[in-house]
């Protein structure tokens, strides 16, 4: 069965430092990998996606992410953090042909200090 | 192009009473998917329907059940409702024209059980 680990709830980090958000991910069968943000009382947004060709995915706001399909992670990562990166992210993986379910991680919150 | 809307964004109800949440989906968006969101649980998938047709179901009980009318606008009802069904309702639509599209989130509904 799929699942979807985040290895971190809590990332603390200060302005204009790097991040790493941490993503592993199991499942027997090809997959589909993103990576979500959400802002208070929203909804999710979109960051980035991996459905094939270059491990190395650029995505909005300065974010990108690497599959490594060995270590069957999809870790965020950006090089220069902003006060408004402040959110939760989620990891989510999707099965071929099951395009409509999404399984999440549990969430990672980024806090950006000035 | 008007995003995915939710109604109510807030409804508060006691034990017992049961719920409809609406989704409308992006024009031309064919596939509804539903999830709920709690503090505990995190993000877990409730199921998707495409052409009026539940197409995946996640691992909730019966009293949650969805429909989708004709226009692709989609229904959520949560009978007999526990203290535990407290949570963030999202939908998202996406077109389902292949084994991957991507999934565009509405705002959610926050259901309060009192």
């Known amino acids: 069965a799929q699942s979807v680990t985040q290895l971190d709830s809590q990332v603390p980090v200060f302005e204009e430092a790097p991040v790493e958000l941490r993503c592993n991910y199991s499942?027997?069968?090809?997959?589909?990998l993103f990576w979500y943000v959400q802002y208070p009382n929203q909804g999710l947004q979109l960051l980035l996606k991996y459905l094939s060709g270059s491990t190395l995915v650029k995505g909005i706001n300065g974010f990108e992410a690497e599959f490594n399909k060995s270590q069957t992670s999809f870790h965020l990562r950006k090089p220069s953090v902003h006060i408004s990166d402040t959110a939760e992210y989620f990891c989510?993986?999707?099965?071929?042909?099951?395009?409509?379910?999404?399984?999440f991680g549990q969430g990672t919150e980024l806090s950006v200090k000035p | 192009k008007a995003g995915v809307t939710q109604t109510p964004r807030y409804l508060i109800k006691t034990r017992g009473q049961q719920v409809t949440l609406s989704c409308s989906p992006i024009?031309?968006?064919?596939?509804v998917s539903w999830y709920q969101q709690t503090p505990g649980q995190g993000l877990q998938f409730l199921f998707e329907?495409?052409?009026?047709?539940?197409?995946n179901k996640g691992n909730f009980p019966g009293r949650f059940s969805g429909r989708q009318f004709s226009n692709s606008r989609s229904e959520m009802n949560v009978s007999t409702l526990e203290l535990g069904d407290s949570a963030l309702y999202l939908c998202?639509?996406?077109?389902?024209?292949?084994?991957?599209?991507?999934?565009?989130f509405g705002p959610g509904t926050r259901l309060t059980v009192l």
């Open positions: 024009s031309g968006h064919r596939s």
């Open positions: 329907y495409f052409s009026e047709t539940q197409r």
């Open positions: 499942s027997s069968v090809s997959v589909y």
């Open positions: 998202a639509s996406s077109s389902r024209t292949s084994s991957y599209n991507e999934q565009f």
């Open positions: 989510a993986v999707s099965e071929d042909n099951q395009g409509g379910k999404l399984i």
